[in-house]
Each structure stands twice: as C-alpha cells, then as structure tokens.
C-alpha cells in the first residue's frame, strides 16, 4: 500500500483539514483509501467517532459525493457510512483534494438515514447548478443507502 495525503478543502478550495492514508484501490474513477480518526473523540446525536476508529474512504472523480465506512476501533464493528456532498475530487499520485459543499449524509449500519448540515448548505454561495448537483447527490446517496449499495 502507498501512502497518499488527503486535503479536505472548503468550497473555495481553502484548506481545512489534511491527514494521512493508505491507498487500498485506484481505479480510472475512484480512488478507495484506508485513514484512522486522528482526532479526540466526538459524540454526536448519531454516533460518536472515536480516535483510531478506522475509515474506508471513497473518492470519486465524476460524482458529487464521496463515501466513508465507519468502523470502530474497539471491536471493528461497522457503525455506518458518512458521506459528504462535494465537488468530484481531485486524484494525484500522492494526494487527494476534496472541496466539500458542508451538506453529509449518515447511515447507520441499521440502514437509517439522516440528512445534516443543510442549513449550512443553503448559506453557500454557490451556482444554481452546483446546489442542484448537490442536492442530488444526497438523493443519489439516499438510494444507495435504501438499496444497501454504499461501499465498505
């Protein structure tokens, strides 16, 4: 496996978080990535992610989306999937740009869905196009969540 850096970038393409990875697969239209959760742990209404929890990323270069599986560091249970609405990314040999739109969707390994962030989504200033690429990709994702079709 070769290691790759991932830049999450805002929609202006400003850096804001960047970590390592290891890649598991690079294909022509996606790239899938081992990363583990670098930062202290963080509860949320729906799950918590916890330092070391492992994450199995997929990257697409065509879709406005990407995909991570959730796996706890404990016992390497599948807690769920967290998906970002953003533009395609960026692949280079040795990293990963991401510009994310702020509105996710989580997936619970029980299937259930929930939409976040989209307050934040909406006071993006964004092209009437991008909001609707967007706001199907989290369609888009909701289907492959109802469909048990989201990678791990």
Known sequence: MSEITVYKLDEN??????????VLERQ?????????????????????????????????TE????????????????????????RPARVEETAVYCEDLALDVWVGADGQTLVLDEDEFAELDLADEERKRGETAVQQLLTLARDRQLPT
């Open 13 to 22: 393409g400003r850096p804001v978080w960047q970590y390592p990875a290891q």
């Open 28 to 60: 022509a239209n996606y790239i899938r990535l081992e990363a583990f959760f670098n930062r202290d742990d963080l509860t949320l209404d729906y799950t918590t992610f916890k330092r070391g929890d492992r994450f199995v990323e997929t990257f697409y």
């Open 63 to 86: 879709r406005w989306y990407n995909v991570f599986a959730v796996y706890d560091r404990d016992d390497e249970v599948l807690k769920g999937w967290y998906c970002n609405v953003c």
